[in-house]
Each structure stands twice: as structure tokens, then as C-alpha cells.
């Protein structure tokens, strides 16, 4: 094993699931003790090949060398054993266990636990030190927040004596500083001599910590760059093929009146735990209004609220002057008909039927319209050329008005549900998670219509998760922490840390910030 | 004195009633701590109580029937398995088809094999599991209260109920303290961290529904061989399902399963006592009424006095592997 050898390369591999060609004769040579970032869009095939790797999968074909050794993967197990480890975007932990547990599920020692535990108990003290990746080992995984969770996942890994780390999305559940610290514990990681693989959609992670990185694109390996020798735009560019627009060009907002006006609203869940607490927002015709926040803090119910698919518990909801709260017009149905129009965060259990054709859900919610009826029966012509508009306007992938929404890409279902609320022109549209699971190419259109609709004089209410989109499209954001509003600031005032800090719960004084 | 004495007399009761649901219980605990929702341990119970009943009187022996229960609830189980995990088959559906195809099969059978109207020839002698007096028994009765008590009370059952009272700690030590519980515990809570890991969801579960299997078919055996004289139709009366709901208000964990299996079994003992007897105030409660109050009480308890039960977070759904 000769120190020139990388230390995880891939020649040549294929992998197909039915007639989708998800790995095309991929290529990649990692270098040991270095940070690799693989980025590509959703569906580029990231995740495939990194399934390949850690023996999820088996490669149709093609090679895996570790070390310059062959070797064959045919299972997790044979992976652990070669030396990777890999952190998984939903992590892969056993919440009622303790973090020992965790840690030592599938290599306990015996059969026996106690020995086994006592051992680990060791041996994670000295890891815990050697990468000061502090975390209590008998606490409940369940009752950790993420970023420890994150912690004990890395751990695993290392309990396991990986060398070669990899991290599938590790950020999309962290605040900025979390993913800070953890790119600082990956730092440490590579000092030590560890070789990190990091696959991720977000560029500015590339750019912050990796050495080396590729790109893919539709299932195939574009580009090897080493980090320092390339740009953001060079990369977003080779993730698309075409050249993008990372930031949307618009214009400052002209706020008009205030259209939606939130007072004291509270929201108890079944449970008896208060997810919303007394939350006042104001949304005025002709701005976007971006919603910040780690997810899990009340922006889920405050959308759900707001679209009258929950009853809030207290507090006010006015609509145009009008109170909502208790009346007849609050409900799913009714408030579309008033002109609130909501994309919900999640479109695969509230915003489509996946088993209907995409000319079915493009009316639902909007069904009784007159247009799409003939006397009882519903006017699947009328539906068929709306839908044709629709895929037309919006460019919706297959063009085809009677494809199952199932068969469409997760971009190209967002399309669809974004079209359906924004060609009903509503005063008001709630947009939840708005380029959740898009690729890039989508991401900039789907930005460029919310702008086109506020210069159109409409009030738009964004959740997302993704600080770099509330930052690029929002002119006011709040940053909502465990319910409540932490702070509000407008576009041109917010930095990613003085959100960061508010997403973690720390409230602005009334001072000036000392940045 | 008097008091005393029914007390005892309601202790034991409750004990040998308790013995099948405390062994179904546990069996059915293996299986919903793996994630597989074992509403099929009545059918097995059953099933097992027939095959011990049959084997025992062609064989004369109790334990050669104990071994044809425990086959016979082991084949049951095995079929589950092979519905549920690998067939990712709906779970209930699998345990209910087992729960009719026996409560038809094991009759006919009987019906078949010994042309006694669905039942099996009465058991005697070795074919039945007797009681056995603990060392000391006689000597101890003279002591008073304690040494009545371990005489009238904790001897003189027959191995199965002692195995039961074994098999809780036995089985808990398992569940908590062994690699096999551990890893039982964290694929039915999360069996992607299991496949991750590098263990095989299916095998673990495979594993798991055999022991199912095993104690359900101690279970079935006892209601058979031991407790009753031969396999009569649909002897198992509604227990597995008795067993499923201790299991539950006693939130999935070895020793409170226990303890409602006791709380089951000693209603149903004090139902026995007051059939008839005259109650001051009430008087005579109607026999039907007496009869219902286990179920009462399992309704009751399971609605509203549990607390909040959190089942395994996996159970129900057949493990598939994400793309």
C-alpha cells in the first residue's frame, strides 16, 4: 500500500435501475487525508454512486479500488470492513437507544452486551478527545438535537475505523453554525488523516471546506477541479450544462397595503405542545416576505394555519381587513376562493395526488370551478388544454397533460403545483418550501416567476429552509425559532450569520449588532 | 383464617391462568419489538394446543406433545415470516389468515384423526403435564402463613407455570442485556440503522418470529396438556388476543407485561369465585355480566388508564430498501 495510491478510486462504474442509466461509466480517484466534494442536482446520481460504494448496491459494472487494491462490495458489511464509513442524509441512529448503543450496533463484542458496552465506553472517550467530537454517551439519541446526532453518526463511523468517511448532504438539517462547527470537525478529521467524501448540492459547502471536487450531471461524471482552481458560477455552470443564475435579478419591492395581518396567533398540538406562539406578521401587496428557520420551528404549522389546514388556538387572522379566525371562509376550500393561494412544503402529501395525471392535479382545489365542469360531470377537455397551458408556460418535463404525477421529476411536480395556485392569480400566495428537491435549472425559473408575481402587485409569503433562498428572493425575512418570531430584518440588512444566530435562537438587543 | 384462604385459593387460580397469556405475551413481545404486528398468536396458541393434544394421546406423552405444540406454533410462525418479511406482506392480514385457517383446520383435523366431534381423547397419565410438589411442601404447611403459603400456593403446579414465571426474566435479560434483544430493539424501531450496520433486517427478523413461535407453542401446549385434558374447539377462547392487549398496557416491556397478564388472569379468577355467589347490597350480579369483566376491564384499561403507550416505531410496515 504505497502512500501515491488514492485512497478510494472508481473505474469505470455503471449502475441502471430498469431503463434508468443512474451511473454511466463514472470515474473518481479521492485522495487520501483530503475533502472531496461530489456535487451534482437531484437525480445526478450522487447518491447512487455513493450507495455503490458502501455496498448498498451492487455496480453492473466497473471496479472499486481501495488503496489501489481491488475490491469487491457486495454489502454494508463489506464496506465497514473496508475501511468506510458513511453518515447518511436521514440519519441511520435508533432514537430510543443511548448513543453507546447506537454506536455499537452491528460490531457489539459478544453476545453478551455488558462487556462490549464497557469496552466501547472506552474507546469512544479516546476518539471523543482525539477529534473532539464531545458528546455524552449515555444520553437518548431521540432526545439529541441534530447537529449531536450528526456527531454520534461520525462516531459510528470512526468506532468502526473508517478511513474513508463519507457525508451524504450533511448540512440540510444544520444552521449555519452548526454546519460551521461541522466543517471544522471534518477539518480535524483530515489533519488526522482521514479521507472525507462530501456530497452535497450546495456549492458554497464545496467552496468553504473541500480540496478537490467533481461534478456530476444526469447519471455521468463531468468534471474533476481542484477547489482552489475554480468558482461557484464554473461549478453551477457544470451542474446544468448551461449557465445559471445563482442570485435572481429583481428590483426593490413597492409595498402596498397590507393584505394579511397575523395577531398573537398560537397553535397548540394535539399533544399539548404549543408549536406557535403569538405570532404577529404583517404581509403587504407586492413583497416577498421569506420565513427563516431550522425546520421543526412552527413554520410547517404557521403554513398549515395560514392555508386553513389547521384551527389555530388563539389569535387573529385578518385577510384584507377581514377577520378569518372563526369564520366560514377559513378552511382549505374557502380561502382559495378569497384569493389565499398555498403551495404546501410538502407536495407528495399535500399538494398532488401521485396517482392522478397531472390534468387532475392541476385543478385540485379548484375543481369546482366552472370552467372545468359540464353540468355533474367534470370536463376532462377543458382540463387536458389547461394542463397543456400550464406544461407550456412553465415547462413542465414530459410535456405530457396525462402522465401520472408520479412519473414526473420532483422539479417538474413542484411546476405543476406551482402552477395551478399562481394561474389562479391569488392575492396572496403561501409558498412552502419552494425549491425543496428542484435542481437548479428549475430553482431560477421557479424564483423568476414568485418575483414576476410580486412586481404584479401580489404579497407572497415564502417558507424555506434554505437560507441562501430566503436570502436571495425574500425583501423582508422573520426568523422563526421554536414558534416564535425571533427577529425580523429586511433583505438588505441580512447576512447568513446574523440569521444563522437568530435560527439558533439568539434574539437581536435593541442595540446596534456588533458584527 | 377463611379470608386468608380464598385469597390463596384466588392466587393460584390466577397463576395458572396467568401461564398462557404470560407465555404468549412474551412470545408476542419478541415479534412486536422486531416490528411485526403478531395479531396470529391466537391461531398459533391454537394450533399448538391441537398438535400437543393429538401427539400427546397417540404417544402418551406430555413432553413429546409439548415438542409437536412448539413444531406446530413454529411452522405458523414461519409461514408469518415468509408473508411478512418476505413478502412484505400486510401484517395483519397475515395473522388474522392464521387465526381462521386454524380455528377451521385444527377440528377437522380432529374430527379426521379421532372422530370425537372435533376434540381429542381425554388425557391421562404421562400424556398430561401433573403437578409437582416443590421439596419440603408437607413440612412447610405446618408453618403458619409462610409456610402455607409455599405450600398451597407456590407448589404444586405443574413445570409449565414454573417455566413461565422463569421465562420473564429469562426473557428480559434477553431483550436488554443480550446482542440478540439489542438488535431485536433497534430494527423495530429503525431497521435502516439495522441494515446499515451490516445485519440482515430480514434474518434478524426471521429469528425473532421463531421465538415467537417457540413460546407461543409453550403456551398453546399448557391450555392442552397441562391446564385442560385434550384439545377441545376453539379452546384458546379469545387468549392470544388477551395476551397482544397485556402486552400493550404493559407498553411492550418483559416484567409490566407480566403484571397485566396478572391483572387479566385475576379478574378472570374472581369472575370464577363470584358466579353465584350473593354480593352484599347487589346480590346476585348476572353470570353474563361476571363473565365480561376481564374484556371490560381490557377495554377500559387499553382506552384510557395505560398512559400514553409508544410502540415500536417501525412495527407494521415490511422493511424495503430506498432507492
Redesign the interface.
Same mark, same amino acid.
Given at each position: 500500500m504505497s502512500e501515491q495510491n488514492p485512497a478510494l478510486e472508481l473505474r469505470h462504474v455503471n449502475k441502471s435501475f430498469g431503463p434508468v442509466h443512474a451511473n454511466k461509466d463514472i470515474s473518481l480517484s479521492v485522495n487520501r487525508s483530503s475533502i472531496h466534494g461530489i456535487v451534482g442536482e437531484n437525480g445526478a446520481g450522487k447518491s447512487t454512486l455513493m450507495s455503490i460504494v458502501y455496498g448498498f448496491y451492487q455496480a453492473d459494472s466497473g471496479e472499486i479500488l481501495i488503496n489501489g487494491v481491488p475490491c469487491q462490495i457486495d454489502n454494508p458489511q463489506s464496506s465497514i470492513e473496508a475501511g468506510i464509513g458513511m453518515v447518511h442524509q436521514h440519519f441511520m441512529l435508533v432514537d430510543t437507544f443511548t448513543v453507546l448503543e447506537n454506536i455499537i450496533l452491528g460490531i457489539e463484542g459478544g453476545a453478551c452486551l455488558s462487556k462490549g458496552l464497557a469496552a466501547a465506553r472506552e474507546e469512544l472517550i479516546r476518539l471523543e478527545k482525539e477529534y473532539s467530537l464531545e458528546v455524552n454517551v449515555d444520553a437518548i439519541v431521540g432526545d439529541l438535537p441534530v447537529g449531536l446526532r450528526q456527531r454520534v453518526e461520525i462516531l459510528k463511523a470512526l468506532y468502526r475505523e473508517a478511513e474513508i468517511l463519507i457525508l451524504d448532504e450533511p448540512t440540510g438539517v444544520l444552521t449555519p453554525q452548526e454546519a460551521d462547527h461541522l466543517f471544522r470537525i471534518l477539518d480535524t478529521l483530515r489533519k488526522q488523516g482521514k479521507t472525507v467524501i462530501l456530497i452535497t448540492h450546495k456549492l458554497r459547502e464545496i467552496m468553504a471546506i473541500t480540496d478537490n471536487v467533481s461534478v456530476m450531471r444526469r447519471g455521468e461524471m463531468v468534471a474533476h477541479a481542484k477547489t482552489s482552481e475554480t468558482t461557484r458560477d464554473a461549478l453551477a455552470e457544470m451542474m446544468v450544462g448551461r449557465s445559471v443564475l445563482l442570485r435572481v435579478a429583481k428590483s426593490p419591492a413597492k409595498p402596498g397595503e397590507t393584505l394579511l395581518s397575523l395577531r398573537d396567533l398560537t397553535y397548540v398540538d394535539a399533544d399539548n405542545v404549543p408549536r406557535l406562539k403569538k405570532i404577529d406578521l404583517d404581509l403587504k401587496a407586492g413583497e416577498i416576505l421569506g420565513i427563516a428557520g431550522v425546520s421543526g420551528n412552527g413554520q410547517s404549522e404557521l403554513l398549515e394555519i395560514l392555508g386553513g389546514m389547521r384551527t389555530p388556538t388563539s389569535g387573529s387572522i385578518r385577510y384584507k381587513g377581514r377577520e378569518l379566525v372563526g369564520s366560514k371562509a377559513f378552511s382549505a376550500r374557502n380561502l382559495r376562493k378569497i384569493g389565499i393561494g398555498h403551495v404546501p412544503e410538502d407536495r407528495h402529501r399535500a399538494g398532488l395526488v401521485l396517482s392522478f395525471s397531472a390534468n387532475e392535479c392541476t385543478i385540485l382545489g379548484y375543481h369546482d370551478n366552472p370552467e372545468y365542469n359540464r353540468g355533474l360531470r367534470l370536463d376532462r377537455d377543458a382540463m387536458v388544454r389547461n394542463c397543456e397551458t400550464y406544461i407550456e408556460k412553465y415547462d413542465i418535463r414530459p410535456p405530457d397533460a396525462y402522465l401520472l404525477a408520479s412519473d414526473f421529476s420532483g422539479g417538474n411536480q413542484q411546476k405543476l403545483v406551482l402552477a395551478r395556485e399562481m394561474e389562479q392569480s391569488p392575492d396572496v400566495l403561501l409558498v412552502g418550501q419552494p425549491t425543496r428537491g428542484v435542481d437548479i435549472g428549475a430553482i431560477e425559473f421557479i424564483h423568476k416567476q414568485l418575483i414576476q408575481m410580486r412586481d404584479a402587485g401580489k404579497a407572497i409569503l415564502v417558507v424555506s429552509v434554505e437560507i441562501d433562498e430566503v436570502m436571495s428572493i425574500a425583501d423582508r425575512i422573520a426568523v422563526m425559532f421554536d414558534g416564535e418570531i425571533v427577529g425580523e430584518v429586511s433583505a438588505e440588512e441580512a447576512t447568513e450569520t446574523r440569521l444563522g444566530l437568530m435560527m439558533a435562537g439568539v434574539r437581536e438587543s435593541t442595540t446596534p449588532e456588533m458584527a | 383464617m377463611e379470608t386468608f384462604h380464598i385469597i390463596i385459593l384466588l392466587m393460584d387460580a390466577t397463576f395458572r391462568v396467568a401461564t398462557p397469556l404470560v407465555l404468549a405475551a412474551l412470545a408476542g413481545m419478541f415479534s412486536e419489538r422486531a416490528g411485526i404486528v403478531d395479531i396470529g398468536l391466537e391461531g398459533k396458541m391454537l394450533g399448538a394446543a391441537f398438535a400437543a393434544a393429538a401427539v400427546a394421546s397417540v404417544s402418551g406423552s406430555a413432553w413429546v406433545g409439548l415438542g409437536a405444540g412448539i413444531m406446530a406454533s413454529l411452522a405458523l410462525s414461519a409461514l408469518h415470516a415468509y408473508a411478512c418479511v418476505t413478502h412484505k406482506g400486510n401484517q395483519v392480514v397475515s395473522g388474522m389468515a392464521i387465526n381462521i385457517v386454524v380455528a377451521g383446520l385444527a377440528p377437522t383435523l380432529a374430527y379426521a384423526w379421532f372422530q370425537m366431534g372435533g376434540q381429542t381423547p381425554s388425557l391421562g397419565g404421562d400424556a398430561r403435564f401433573r403437578s409437582i410438589d416443590l421439596p419440603f411442601s408437607d413440612a412447610a404447611r405446618e408453618i403458619p402463613v409462610f409456610g402455607y403459603i409455599y405450600a398451597d400456593l407456590i407448589s404444586g403446579h405443574n413445570i409449565l407455570v414454573y417455566l413461565a414465571a422463569a421465562a420473564v426474566p429469562i426473557c428480559a435479560w434477553i431483550l436488554y *442485556?443480550?446482542?440478540?434483544?439489542?438488535?431485536i430493539? &433497534?430494527v423495530g424501531?429503525?431497521p435502516? &440503522?439495522?441494515?446499515?450496520?451490516?445485519?440482515s433486517v430480514d434474518l434478524l427478523r426471521y429469528k425473532a418470529l421463531a421465538v415467537t413461535g417457540f413460546l407461543c407453542g409453550i403456551s398453546g401446549a399448557y391450555l392442552s396438556t397441562a391446564h385442560g385434558a385434550g384439545f377441545i374447539r376453539d379452546m384458546t377462547a379469545g387468549k392470544g388476543y388477551l395476551a397482544l392487549a397485556a402486552l400493550i398496557f404493559g407498553k411492550w416491556r418483559p416484567v409490566p407485561t407480566l403484571f397485566a397478564c396478572l391483572l387479566f388472569a385475576f379478574t378472570d379468577a374472581v369472575q370464577i369465585r363470584l358466579q353465584g355467589v350473593e354480593l352484599p347490597i347487589v346480590g346476585v350480579i348476572p353470570v353474563q355480566f361476571i363473565q365480561a369483566l376481564p374484556y371490560i376491564l381490557t377495554v377500559l384499561l387499553l382506552a384510557g388508564f395505560v398512559g400514553k403507550a409508544h410502540p415500536p *416505531?417501525a412495527i407494521g410496515t415490511p422493511y424495503i *430498501?430506498e432507492?
Amino acid at each position: 500500500m504505497s502512500e501515491q495510491n488514492p485512497a478510494l478510486e472508481l473505474r469505470h462504474v455503471n449502475k441502471s435501475f430498469g431503463p434508468v442509466h443512474a451511473n454511466k461509466d463514472i470515474s473518481l480517484s479521492v485522495n487520501r487525508s483530503s475533502i472531496h466534494g461530489i456535487v451534482g442536482e437531484n437525480g445526478a446520481g450522487k447518491s447512487t454512486l455513493m450507495s455503490i460504494v458502501y455496498g448498498f448496491y451492487q455496480a453492473d459494472s466497473g471496479e472499486i479500488l481501495i488503496n489501489g487494491v481491488p475490491c469487491q462490495i457486495d454489502n454494508p458489511q463489506s464496506s465497514i470492513e473496508a475501511g468506510i464509513g458513511m453518515v447518511h442524509q436521514h440519519f441511520m441512529l435508533v432514537d430510543t437507544f443511548t448513543v453507546l448503543e447506537n454506536i455499537i450496533l452491528g460490531i457489539e463484542g459478544g453476545a453478551c452486551l455488558s462487556k462490549g458496552l464497557a469496552a466501547a465506553r472506552e474507546e469512544l472517550i479516546r476518539l471523543e478527545k482525539e477529534y473532539s467530537l464531545e458528546v455524552n454517551v449515555d444520553a437518548i439519541v431521540g432526545d439529541l438535537p441534530v447537529g449531536l446526532r450528526q456527531r454520534v453518526e461520525i462516531l459510528k463511523a470512526l468506532y468502526r475505523e473508517a478511513e474513508i468517511l463519507i457525508l451524504d448532504e450533511p448540512t440540510g438539517v444544520l444552521t449555519p453554525q452548526e454546519a460551521d462547527h461541522l466543517f471544522r470537525i471534518l477539518d480535524t478529521l483530515r489533519k488526522q488523516g482521514k479521507t472525507v467524501i462530501l456530497i452535497t448540492h450546495k456549492l458554497r459547502e464545496i467552496m468553504a471546506i473541500t480540496d478537490n471536487v467533481s461534478v456530476m450531471r444526469r447519471g455521468e461524471m463531468v468534471a474533476h477541479a481542484k477547489t482552489s482552481e475554480t468558482t461557484r458560477d464554473a461549478l453551477a455552470e457544470m451542474m446544468v450544462g448551461r449557465s445559471v443564475l445563482l442570485r435572481v435579478a429583481k428590483s426593490p419591492a413597492k409595498p402596498g397595503e397590507t393584505l394579511l395581518s397575523l395577531r398573537d396567533l398560537t397553535y397548540v398540538d394535539a399533544d399539548n405542545v404549543p408549536r406557535l406562539k403569538k405570532i404577529d406578521l404583517d404581509l403587504k401587496a407586492g413583497e416577498i416576505l421569506g420565513i427563516a428557520g431550522v425546520s421543526g420551528n412552527g413554520q410547517s404549522e404557521l403554513l398549515e394555519i395560514l392555508g386553513g389546514m389547521r384551527t389555530p388556538t388563539s389569535g387573529s387572522i385578518r385577510y384584507k381587513g377581514r377577520e378569518l379566525v372563526g369564520s366560514k371562509a377559513f378552511s382549505a376550500r374557502n380561502l382559495r376562493k378569497i384569493g389565499i393561494g398555498h403551495v404546501p412544503e410538502d407536495r407528495h402529501r399535500a399538494g398532488l395526488v401521485l396517482s392522478f395525471s397531472a390534468n387532475e392535479c392541476t385543478i385540485l382545489g379548484y375543481h369546482d370551478n366552472p370552467e372545468y365542469n359540464r353540468g355533474l360531470r367534470l370536463d376532462r377537455d377543458a382540463m387536458v388544454r389547461n394542463c397543456e397551458t400550464y406544461i407550456e408556460k412553465y415547462d413542465i418535463r414530459p410535456p405530457d397533460a396525462y402522465l401520472l404525477a408520479s412519473d414526473f421529476s420532483g422539479g417538474n411536480q413542484q411546476k405543476l403545483v406551482l402552477a395551478r395556485e399562481m394561474e389562479q392569480s391569488p392575492d396572496v400566495l403561501l409558498v412552502g418550501q419552494p425549491t425543496r428537491g428542484v435542481d437548479i435549472g428549475a430553482i431560477e425559473f421557479i424564483h423568476k416567476q414568485l418575483i414576476q408575481m410580486r412586481d404584479a402587485g401580489k404579497a407572497i409569503l415564502v417558507v424555506s429552509v434554505e437560507i441562501d433562498e430566503v436570502m436571495s428572493i425574500a425583501d423582508r425575512i422573520a426568523v422563526m425559532f421554536d414558534g416564535e418570531i425571533v427577529g425580523e430584518v429586511s433583505a438588505e440588512e441580512a447576512t447568513e450569520t446574523r440569521l444563522g444566530l437568530m435560527m439558533a435562537g439568539v434574539r437581536e438587543s435593541t442595540t446596534p449588532e456588533m458584527a | 383464617m377463611e379470608t386468608f384462604h380464598i385469597i390463596i385459593l384466588l392466587m393460584d387460580a390466577t397463576f395458572r391462568v396467568a401461564t398462557p397469556l404470560v407465555l404468549a405475551a412474551l412470545a408476542g413481545m419478541f415479534s412486536e419489538r422486531a416490528g411485526i404486528v403478531d395479531i396470529g398468536l391466537e391461531g398459533k396458541m391454537l394450533g399448538a394446543a391441537f398438535a400437543a393434544a393429538a401427539v400427546a394421546s397417540v404417544s402418551g406423552s406430555a413432553w413429546v406433545g409439548l415438542g409437536a405444540g412448539i413444531m406446530a406454533s413454529l411452522a405458523l410462525s414461519a409461514l408469518h415470516a415468509y408473508a411478512c418479511v418476505t413478502h412484505k406482506g400486510n401484517q395483519v392480514v397475515s395473522g388474522m389468515a392464521i387465526n381462521i385457517v386454524v380455528a377451521g383446520l385444527a377440528p377437522t383435523l380432529a374430527y379426521a384423526w379421532f372422530q370425537m366431534g372435533g376434540q381429542t381423547p381425554s388425557l391421562g397419565g404421562d400424556a398430561r403435564f401433573r403437578s409437582i410438589d416443590l421439596p419440603f411442601s408437607d413440612a412447610a404447611r405446618e408453618i403458619p402463613v409462610f409456610g402455607y403459603i409455599y405450600a398451597d400456593l407456590i407448589s404444586g403446579h405443574n413445570i409449565l407455570v414454573y417455566l413461565a414465571a422463569a421465562a420473564v426474566p429469562i426473557c428480559a435479560w434477553i431483550l436488554y *442485556k443480550s446482542r440478540f434483544g439489542l438488535r431485536i430493539r &433497534a430494527v423495530g424501531e429503525n431497521p435502516h &440503522a439495522v441494515d446499515t450496520a451490516g445485519i440482515s433486517v430480514d434474518l434478524l427478523r426471521y429469528k425473532a418470529l421463531a421465538v415467537t413461535g417457540f413460546l407461543c407453542g409453550i403456551s398453546g401446549a399448557y391450555l392442552s396438556t397441562a391446564h385442560g385434558a385434550g384439545f377441545i374447539r376453539d379452546m384458546t377462547a379469545g387468549k392470544g388476543y388477551l395476551a397482544l392487549a397485556a402486552l400493550i398496557f404493559g407498553k411492550w416491556r418483559p416484567v409490566p407485561t407480566l403484571f397485566a397478564c396478572l391483572l387479566f388472569a385475576f379478574t378472570d379468577a374472581v369472575q370464577i369465585r363470584l358466579q353465584g355467589v350473593e354480593l352484599p347490597i347487589v346480590g346476585v350480579i348476572p353470570v353474563q355480566f361476571i363473565q365480561a369483566l376481564p374484556y371490560i376491564l381490557t377495554v377500559l384499561l387499553l382506552a384510557g388508564f395505560v398512559g400514553k403507550a409508544h410502540p415500536p *416505531k417501525a412495527i407494521g410496515t415490511p422493511y424495503i *430498501k430506498e432507492r
